[in-house]
Nanobody, 115 residues
Protein backbone atom coordinates (compact mmCIF):
# COMPACT_ATOMS: atom_id res chain seq x y z
CA UNK A 1 0.00 0.00 0.00
CA UNK A 2 1.38 3.39 -1.01
CA UNK A 3 1.53 6.15 1.54
CA UNK A 4 3.15 9.58 1.21
CA UNK A 5 3.73 11.99 4.09
CA UNK A 6 5.10 15.47 3.46
CA UNK A 7 6.89 17.65 5.98
CA UNK A 8 9.04 20.76 6.08
CA UNK A 9 6.59 23.46 5.13
CA UNK A 10 6.22 26.68 7.06
CA UNK A 11 6.48 30.44 7.02
CA UNK A 12 9.60 32.07 5.61
CA UNK A 13 10.58 35.53 4.47
CA UNK A 14 11.23 36.29 0.83
CA UNK A 15 14.74 35.24 -0.12
CA UNK A 16 14.78 32.46 2.44
CA UNK A 17 14.95 28.70 2.03
CA UNK A 18 12.97 25.63 2.97
CA UNK A 19 13.45 21.93 2.37
CA UNK A 20 10.41 19.76 1.91
CA UNK A 21 10.51 16.03 2.53
CA UNK A 22 8.15 13.31 1.40
CA UNK A 23 8.46 9.99 3.20
CA UNK A 24 7.07 7.14 1.14
CA UNK A 25 6.04 3.58 1.85
CA UNK A 26 5.44 0.98 -0.81
CA UNK A 27 7.25 -1.03 -3.44
CA UNK A 28 9.22 0.07 -6.52
CA UNK A 29 10.14 3.48 -5.06
CA UNK A 30 13.62 3.48 -6.56
CA UNK A 31 12.44 2.95 -10.13
CA UNK A 32 9.42 5.25 -10.03
CA UNK A 33 8.85 8.79 -11.17
CA UNK A 34 8.10 11.11 -8.26
CA UNK A 35 7.53 14.80 -8.03
CA UNK A 36 6.03 17.86 -6.45
CA UNK A 37 3.01 19.89 -7.42
CA UNK A 38 1.69 23.01 -5.75
CA UNK A 39 -1.64 24.77 -5.54
CA UNK A 40 -2.05 28.40 -4.61
CA UNK A 41 -5.40 29.83 -3.50
CA UNK A 42 -7.71 30.31 -6.47
CA UNK A 43 -5.28 28.66 -8.89
CA UNK A 44 -4.95 25.27 -10.50
CA UNK A 45 -2.49 22.72 -9.22
CA UNK A 46 0.75 22.94 -11.18
CA UNK A 47 3.83 20.80 -11.58
CA UNK A 48 6.87 22.16 -9.75
CA UNK A 49 9.44 19.43 -10.35
CA UNK A 50 9.74 15.71 -11.02
CA UNK A 51 12.46 13.12 -10.96
CA UNK A 52 12.59 9.83 -12.82
CA UNK A 53 13.90 6.52 -11.63
CA UNK A 54 17.17 7.23 -13.43
CA UNK A 55 17.57 10.57 -11.74
CA UNK A 56 16.52 12.74 -14.67
CA UNK A 57 14.73 15.91 -13.57
CA UNK A 58 12.26 18.45 -14.91
CA UNK A 59 11.34 21.81 -13.44
CA UNK A 60 8.72 24.45 -14.01
CA UNK A 61 10.25 27.52 -15.59
CA UNK A 62 9.20 29.57 -12.57
CA UNK A 63 11.44 27.58 -10.21
CA UNK A 64 14.43 26.71 -12.39
CA UNK A 65 17.69 27.72 -10.74
CA UNK A 66 16.01 28.12 -7.34
CA UNK A 67 14.53 24.70 -6.52
CA UNK A 68 16.24 21.31 -6.54
CA UNK A 69 14.45 17.98 -6.45
CA UNK A 70 16.28 14.91 -5.16
CA UNK A 71 15.60 11.45 -3.82
CA UNK A 72 17.15 9.05 -1.35
CA UNK A 73 16.15 5.58 -2.45
CA UNK A 74 17.65 3.98 0.66
CA UNK A 75 15.27 6.04 2.80
CA UNK A 76 12.32 6.02 0.39
CA UNK A 77 12.27 9.80 0.67
CA UNK A 78 11.80 12.58 -1.84
CA UNK A 79 13.07 16.11 -1.25
CA UNK A 80 12.54 19.59 -2.60
CA UNK A 81 15.16 22.18 -1.69
CA UNK A 82 13.69 25.63 -2.23
CA UNK A 83 16.00 28.64 -2.24
CA UNK A 84 15.46 32.32 -3.00
CA UNK A 85 11.79 31.93 -2.18
CA UNK A 86 9.33 34.50 -3.48
CA UNK A 87 5.84 35.43 -2.26
CA UNK A 88 4.44 33.86 -5.43
CA UNK A 89 5.80 30.50 -4.24
CA UNK A 90 3.17 30.52 -1.50
CA UNK A 91 1.03 27.41 -1.95
CA UNK A 92 0.23 23.97 -0.63
CA UNK A 93 2.89 21.60 -1.91
CA UNK A 94 2.00 18.00 -2.68
CA UNK A 95 4.34 15.15 -3.46
CA UNK A 96 3.24 12.42 -5.81
CA UNK A 97 4.32 8.92 -6.80
CA UNK A 98 3.57 7.76 -10.31
CA UNK A 99 3.01 4.05 -10.78
CA UNK A 100 1.66 2.24 -13.85
CA UNK A 101 -2.04 3.03 -13.95
CA UNK A 102 -2.11 5.07 -10.74
CA UNK A 103 -0.78 8.26 -9.19
CA UNK A 104 -0.64 8.64 -5.44
CA UNK A 105 -0.61 11.93 -3.54
CA UNK A 106 0.43 13.12 -0.14
CA UNK A 107 -1.78 15.27 2.06
CA UNK A 108 0.12 18.46 1.29
CA UNK A 109 2.24 20.88 3.28
CA UNK A 110 1.72 24.64 3.41
CA UNK A 111 4.51 26.97 2.32
CA UNK A 112 4.00 30.66 2.99
CA UNK A 113 6.50 33.27 1.83
CA UNK A 114 6.12 36.74 3.28
CA UNK A 115 7.32 39.85 1.48
Amino acid sequence: QVQLVESGGGLVQAGGSLRLSCAASGSFFSISTLGWHRQAPGKQRELVARIGGGGNTDYADSVKGRFTISRDNAKNTLYLQMNSLKPEDTAVYYCYWQLPGSTYWGQGTQVTVSS
